[in-house]
């Protein structure tokens, strides 16, 4: 499916973008499967995180009411597992044990998927 995107937000991660967009700036993701909070979806001011040779850009997020969109990378590694699926960045009560923006705000973001056709 060519027109199915990679990542794509709920309406509770796009308002959380929002106010984060508000108090941060400009913002990214990066999605690592690695040693915070699981494989957890960490939201950072963008530029924060450096990404590299080990990392693709899957998205670039459009939001409304932000003016530039929010870039979802993740490790190659990762990726190779999750390479059938669409990433659904959702968000969830409770703080996860990360270093992402969002966690003073008593919620975080997650990842739900769904199987996509090759």
Partial sequence: MADTPR??????AADLLRK?????GP??????????DGSAPMCYPDGEF?????DILLASLTVAGVSEPVP???SKTQFE????????VDVV???????????????RFLIRSRLVGS
Avoid: K, N
Avoid at 81 to 88: D, G, N, P, Y
Avoid at 93 to 107: D, H, I, K, Q, Y
């Fill in 72 to 74: 979802f990378w993740m």
């Fill in 50 to 54: 450096r990404t590299g040779d080990s």
């Fill in 20 to 24: 984060l967009r508000q108090a941060h």
């Fill in 93 to 107: 009560a409770g703080r996860g044990s990360g270093f992402s923006l969002e966690a003073p705000e008593g919620v």
């Fill in 27 to 36: 913002l990214m993701f990066h999605q690592s499967g690695g040693c915070c």
């Fill in 7 to 12: 990542v794509e937000l709920t309406p509770a």
């Fill in 81 to 88: 597992v999750w390479s059938h699926t669409r990433l659904i």
